[in-house]
Every structure is written in structure tokens, then in C-alpha cells.
């Protein structure tokens, strides 16, 4: 089954983005495929899965240190206390 699929009425799929996608080439000199990748998976998640945000923890961190650091410490201790169940779809 698919982390979708796992998903109850109420819940929210979190999709982190991929640091690399395999593809490091860049399409005709031009494209640089690993970026047209992550962002149609944006896409696909903003528009096809209502119940779906999309992540990307590195420019998240680069961007604002401060408060990734708070709200990651506040999400492990939602964890820790058990009022949040993280459903781990799959990790590298």
C-alpha cells in the first residue's frame, strides 16, 4: 500500500524533497533534470493530493535555521509525549 493510501480522513501527508534524483545531468545542456523532477512532484502534490504539503528540508534550514530548529524539537516532542504518530512510508 502506498503512503496515500495509509492516509485516515483527517491526517496529512508530509513529502520530503529528494536531494538527488539520480539524474545529475542537465537535458540538452539546458534542463537540469533532478530540479524539473522535484519540482513536478511539487506540483503533483499542490494540486492532485489535497491532504498533501511538500517539504524540502535543506532550502528550509538554509533559509531560516532558527525556526527549523524550533519547530523540529517541537515536532519530536509531539512524538514523545505520543500526541502524533508518524506513519514512515519508507527511508533511505
Given at each position: 500500500?502506498?503512503?496515500?493510501?495509509?492516509?485516515?480522513?483527517?491526517?496529512?501527508?508530509?513529502?520530503?524533497?529528494?536531494?538527488?534524483?539520480?539524474?545529475?545531468?542537465?537535458?540538452?545542456?539546458?534542463?537540469?533534470?533532478?530540479?524539473?523532477?522535484?519540482?513536478?512532484?511539487?506540483?503533483?502534490?499542490?494540486?492532485?493530493?489535497?491532504?498533501?504539503?511538500?517539504?524540502?528540508?535543506?532550502?528550509?534550514?538554509?533559509?531560516?535555521?532558527t525556526?527549523?530548529?524550533?519547530?523540529?524539537?517541537?515536532?519530536?516532542?509531539?512524538?514523545?509525549?505520543?500526541?502524533?504518530?508518524?506513519?514512515?512510508?519508507?527511508?533511505?
Open positions: 500500500a502506498s503512503s496515500w493510501q495509509a492516509l485516515n480522513d483527517n491526517g496529512i501527508l508530509v513529502c520530503l524533497a529528494t536531494v538527488n534524483m539520480g539524474y545529475s545531468a542537465r537535458g540538452c545542456g539546458v534542463l537540469d533534470i533532478d530540479d524539473m523532477l522535484r519540482k513536478f512532484s511539487q506540483m503533483k502534490a499542490k494540486y492532485t493530493m489535497s491532504q498533501t504539503v511538500f517539504l524540502d528540508i535543506r532550502q528550509d534550514l538554509k533559509q531560516n535555521r525556526e527549523f530548529t524550533r519547530d523540529l524539537m517541537y515536532l519530536m516532542f509531539l512524538v514523545e509525549q505520543g500526541k502524533i504518530h508518524p506513519k514512515v512510508g519508507e527511508k533511505v
